[in-house]
């Protein structure tokens, strides 16, 4: 959340915050994490190879399968298998 605050302030946009859900925010970053994570791993190699592909694939399906979290996040988790 600090860091959506940081940037919106920088931008001028902080006004966007104000009747924002906080806990709601927090629990779609924490949900898009692995996702962030992927993608900067993938980037770094110059060229993807299928393995990585693979792994980061089942790595995303385990993380997404997963029945901890709130009520939210097993509806992102849900609708996000649906894509995989």
């Known amino acids: 959340m600090d860091e959506v605050t940081a940037v919106l302030t920088k931008a001028g946009k902080s006004s966007l915050l104000e009747d924002t859900d906080a806990e709601m925010l927090a629990e779609v970053a924490g949900f898009l994490e ?5 993608i900067k791993d993938m980037e770094a190699d110059h060229v993807l190879t299928q393995q990585k592909a693979v792994l980061w694939f089942y ?7 997963s029945q901890s ?10 609708c996000a ?3 995989l």
């Open 81 to 83: 298998l649906c894509f």
């Open 69 to 78: 979290g709130s009520q939210l996040r097993h509806c992102l988790n849900a």
């Open 59 to 65: 790595k995303l399906q385990k993380i997404l399968a």
């Open 34 to 38: 692995p996702f962030e994570e992927a």
